[in-house]
């Protein structure tokens, strides 16, 4: 059974950056769907990004556009988030996940908690105003 890692969560203040790696293993790197999702206390989970295996296109959240960036470590069989200009409405658990199927081509659908089966244990990022 596949155990996702997450690591790189923490305190920072308004404007500064974290950097989130998930290890997923070799197989899913190259075969899955993986992407980032996050829960702020009472709020539903929500998409922050993902990346396709098949073509490697990569997809965004709205609230997150533009701030963030999701990138593959081929040499840690790893997926990376870079968290810049964070704002204290991104303070939630974050949540990496390896879709249930092999990746054929999700799209933008990447981005849809349905297509996940395997989640990691969450860490939490806080930002301070």
């Known amino acids: 059974q596949l155990q996702l890692v997450e690591s790189g969560g923490g305190l920072v203040q308004t404007g500064g950056s974290l950097r989130l790696s998930c290890t997923v293993g070799r197989f899913a790197l190259e075969y899955r769907g993986i992407g980032w999702f996050r829960q702020a206390p009472g709020k539903e989970r929500e998409a922050v990004s993902c990346?396709?295996?098949?073509?490697?296109?990569?997809w965004y959240g709205d609230s997150v556009r533009g701030r963030f960036a999701i990138s593959k470590d081929n040499l840690k069989n790893a997926v990376d988030l870079q968290m810049d200009h964070l704002e204290p409405g991104d303070t939630a658990v974050y949540y990496c996940?390896?879709?249930?199927?092999?990746?054929?081509?999700?799209?933008?659908?990447?981005?849809?908690?349905?297509?996940?089966?395997?989640w990691g244990q969450g860490t939490q990022v806080s930002v301070s105003s």
């Open positions: 996940a390896v879709t249930t199927k092999l990746d054929t081509g999700l799209g933008p659908e990447c981005l849809d908690t349905l297509h996940y089966g395997i």
């Open positions: 990346i396709s295996s098949s073509d490697g296109s990569k």
